[in-house]
Nanobody
């Protein structure tokens, strides 16, 4: 069992930056895929970044590659999402998630939230124009 807790959300003007954090309740040992998802009102949840714990390979949807960056601090059991040049359409609840998976599958896990077993409660990001 892994408990995840996000933080770092808030309100920011367009063009600004935020860094989200997600702390895991225990050391992540083995092959895991850690992801960030978001869900805006009336929309489906979508993956915005994923990273494999063993290799550290990061994956993003093409349209976010230039603005979002995911990273992992294993010593702190913490996953981060750096978001730059934020736009109003980035407004959503952001969730971190975890699943046992080999590095080779993490890229594909990003496309489906059903792949992830463990979820945090979410942190709200609001971007004003």
């Amino acid at each position: 069992q892994v408990h995840l807790q996000e933080s770092g959300g808030g309100s920011v003007q367009a063009g600004g930056s935020l860094r989200l954090s997600c702390v895991a309740s225990r050391i992540i040992v083995g092959d895991y895929c850690l992801g960030w998802f978001r869900q805006a009102p009336g929309k489906e949840r979508e993956g915005v970044a994923a990273i494999s714990t063993r290799v550290g390979h990061a994956n993003y949807p093409t349209y976010l590659l230039a603005r979002f960056e995911v990273s992992l601090d294993k010593a702190k059991n913490t996953l981060y999402l750096q978001m730059n040049s934020l736009k109003p359409e980035d407004t959503a609840m952001y969730y971190c998630a975890a699943a046992e998976a080999p590095d080779t599958l993490c890229e594909y896990y990003l496309s489906g939230d059903f792949n992830f077993v463990y979820w945090g409660q979410g942190t709200q990001v609001t971007v004003s124009s």
